[in-house]
DNA sequence: CTGAAAGCGCTTACAG
DNA sequence: CTGAAAGCGCTTACAG
């Protein structure tokens, strides 16, 4: 019923060999046969097959999004936008992503994704933390993969990071320069490399202006080892808050704990950012609604998912290429959650 | 490489079409022999290749799942999560759900999601509000489909309906139970057929307890004639407090909208829910992390996906059921912004 | 209850 | 530059 390759060759009057010739752009094809051929391609509007391509081409097509799932069904949007922008970028190349969730106690036995079960997909993103027994799948069977927004320490795999460390750098050099002198961090678990780096960035820049004395890290840093969210944020900064009312700035781990940061800062009686002024990481949605809009450090998604599906699609078609790291760069972001001090 | 069909034949000492019988569940097969199949399929990890069973049945496996992008970017979790619900009752079937957006000017002949260019779904579920070109494009290629959380007048199609009428007339009732006499809607367009529907609960609810005089509705609600946001929740409630003071409830078209009247509220110095009163629809995530914590009408997100596949896949394999409308019912969730009045 | 054979719609050496 | 043929890994009448 549907047009087939042998519709098209019987109308062109050429055997079907040519018509996919013409199909997959290769070999010697007479400019005029081709010519004919695309032409009739376009009047029948002739699709060809996906699955008869697959079967013969031993391709499927196909690259998996795993994600955790507590990412995806949390406030959090961040994945779901670079989930977004690997679909934008595949549709160039007729690729589908399929996307799924693993969860946390992960048996590659019993909860590897189906499309991994039945070898359906030519290669797979990671979206942020995931189980490492899955890693270590992917990686005993040859199955090309891409991190992203993670790593596994000691272990060279492709990956797409966000510049993490610079963008935390300078957005606590702007507390600086806003004339802040207690400035806080407040974040969640350190597995997520992410977080670290953003830690590193922070102390980094407190140590560049000579803020850093002795027990500074101590004293205004609110860690919990725990998945970042509002709740840990709003906690984090009444507790450091009581202790220390001088706090007149907070770098927060991401933007989820920064809105959290925001209602605990209020909750106490003081303004933002009068009184303290507080920046986030990652720039979700939500950010530019909160009252006052938060500061943040400004992550392109979209762009994180073309990137790393383009790096997913060179290591599916060129095997032998070494594996990776391509770092995403930030911006500061500065709305109305870190004015200057003097004028608010 | 990988093992086939035919490395279970051999093994078995039977021919491939035995294999391929017990395989799928039919035709007479003699139960030892069944038996012994079975567990060498065990043994070896015999996964069928998907393009070849495709390629055979002539079906996809695939079910397309189209949003609108502005659904998709937007701080809008609603459609993810039915989209993860439709996953998790995929996966028993082993069908792959295959995401996309399209934009507002959509035009079927440049814009058609890849998969529908190429045949390449069995079936796709629209979710919210999406180009009537698109729905018309697929009643007339008879490709089975279901709407999800919309309709449109005069067609009768496969629906997925959440039941907003019930759901906000128990809100409002719930409000008026409560002691609240001056109560508002604050919405956005009415193109989307829920948001009339919430609208149509309120004003009824209002009605039965004889709250609806003359201009009450004109005097109370704030409707724009654009997509919910933030944004507009808090313009509508500022503009409706400063003209009617009085108000001291409002109910609004859904969460997004609410988290905006609560901003508003709190800026022009009342409190909630001690001053006023509000109700949102939804349950989105943020929901549960504003101050105060947003009473609201819940939606079973992931259900609705769940039942989207269900009718979907239904249809898919039997053409001829007539079309149906399946109504997800919700539940009235009192957090803190809508306590009754005289316990603030 | 089971096997031989045709067919699904493509691609890809291999001849010519 | 083009065609005939084999093959990708399954399913499905059809015999027996």
Redesign the interface.
Known sequence: M?TTIKDIARKAGVSISTVSLVLNRRGYVADETRERILSIIEEMDY??????R??ATQK?G?IGYILWEGH????E?FY??V??GM?YAA?KN?Y??????VNDHFDPRQDLP??L????VDGVALAGRVPLDLIHYLDKHAIPFVLVDYEVPGKNYNTIKIDNYNGAFRAVESLIEQGRKYISFVGGTFIHPSIKERYRGYKDALEKHGLLNNSYLETYSYCEDVETS??IGEKGIKKLLKSRPEIDGVFCCNDTTA??VL?GIQ?MGKTIPGDVAVIGFDDI??AE?S?PKLSTVSVPKLDIGKEAYKLLYERIHNPNIMPQTRTISVDLVIRESSQTKNKP
Not at 47 to 52: F, T
Not at 72 to 75: C, G, K, L, T, W
Not at 117 to 120: E, F, G, K, P, T
């Open positions: 549907a699709k060809p097959l996906h699955s008869a697959k079967l499927t196909n995806f069904s949390e406030v949007m779901s936008q989930f977004l679909e549709r007729d589908y992503i399929l996307l799924t969730t189906r499309f079960q039945y070898n359906d509002r709740a809105l959290g209602s909750s949605p939500p609604f009252s």
